[in-house]
């Protein structure tokens, strides 16, 4: 799929966390799979036509195999959840991943989904790549200046008169600092999402959870590429925590945007230069090799995903594939899914096409 086709939308799927709350997700693009962290705010469907966000949508989707999830409590997923303690979102982020079917990836932390990365990188390091922080940190506390500290109170008071106001003075507080160099539209749009994304009592409930949440201890064992790409001008996470995280994670890399948004907008210098950094970051995915170096599809996918493939090429049905590789049958569907958009592939032929890239790939007796 190519998330730039007008004609092409997104997958939306749910997994199941580990207490039983239910998360939305979304799978579009083609390329390496790259999973989303959330962020605070979040509205798969809103996100999808979005002045703010989807140009990120769009072109992420030409590189890659974007997932991306709406947190508990927000979004399409379970709504009136109480806890949003770093444990149960660790917990939603690996239910993406079993219920995606993702076996290795690249994984992006926006914003506040920092903690819950690093946490997720020190647990499974054998499932991730490639790691990358935009917007980010390793706590909203750490390393935090008295002002910044005196600003996370000030939100929560913000959060609780002004939230579910018909006007959006209050929430235009949130916009500005997002994005101070966006359009009104950009700026209704950033008012309107933040009603959309949760309510009050989830607002506050979940932010002032979020606040004690610190991962800096993880730091110094995670041992993977990793890029720190953060606006040097953001207003809602101050640079500070870029150098902070890069400086605690061996061997990561550190890049400021000329940049004042904490969302880096379309029409600024610093968003082709984002898309060449992250673009650049994750090639390497496209290369990993599996078998021969020469086989390009062994190079694209997963090894699961091949043993997957190369049964269907003997013309095993799913319910076969699922009891030879003592898979789930939905694994192997979501397994498929998969592969199809590592590929570009859709539609009723996408099986036949897949196989047929297969047997054009394996070397001639």
Known sequence: MDAHRADVVQDIRFARSADGVGIAYAVHGSGPPLLIDACWLSHLQFDWESPVWRHYLVELGKIATVIRYDERGHGLSDRNVTDHSLPARVADLEAVVEDAGLDRFALLAMAQGGPVAIEYAARHPERLTRLVFYGSYSGAQAAATPEELELLAAFEALIKVGWARPTSEFRRVFSSMMI????????????????????????????????????????????????????????????????????????????????????????????????????????????????????????????????????????????????????????????????????????RTARTAAVARLLSSAPSA
């Open 180 to 347: 101070p160099g966006g359009t009104e539209e950009q700026m209704r749009w950033l008012d309107d999402l933040q009603q959309r994304a949760c309510d009050t009592e989830t607002a506050v409930i979940s932010r002032t959870q979020r606040q004690v949440e610190d991962s800096t201890w993880r730091l110094g064992e995670l041992d993977l590429p990793t890029l720190v790409i953060h606006s040097r001008g953001d207003q809602m996470n101050e640079f500070h925590h870029a150098r902070h995280l890069a400086a605690g994670i061996r061997g990561a890399r550190l890049v400021g945007l000329d940049s004042n948004n904490h969302i880096v907008l379309a029409d600024e210098p610093a968003w082709p230069a984002f898309v060449r950094e992250i673009a650049e970051f994750i090639e390497p995915d496209r290369q990993i090799p599996i078998e021969a170096a020469d086989d390009d599809v062994a190079a694209l996918i997963s090894p699961r995903e091949l043993d997957i493939l190369r049964l269907a090429a003997t013309g095993y049905d799913n319910d076969a594939i699922a009891a030879e590789l003592f898979l789930s049958v939905r694994t192997v569907e979501r397994h498929l899914q998969n592969l199809y958009a590592k590929l570009g592939l859709s539609g």
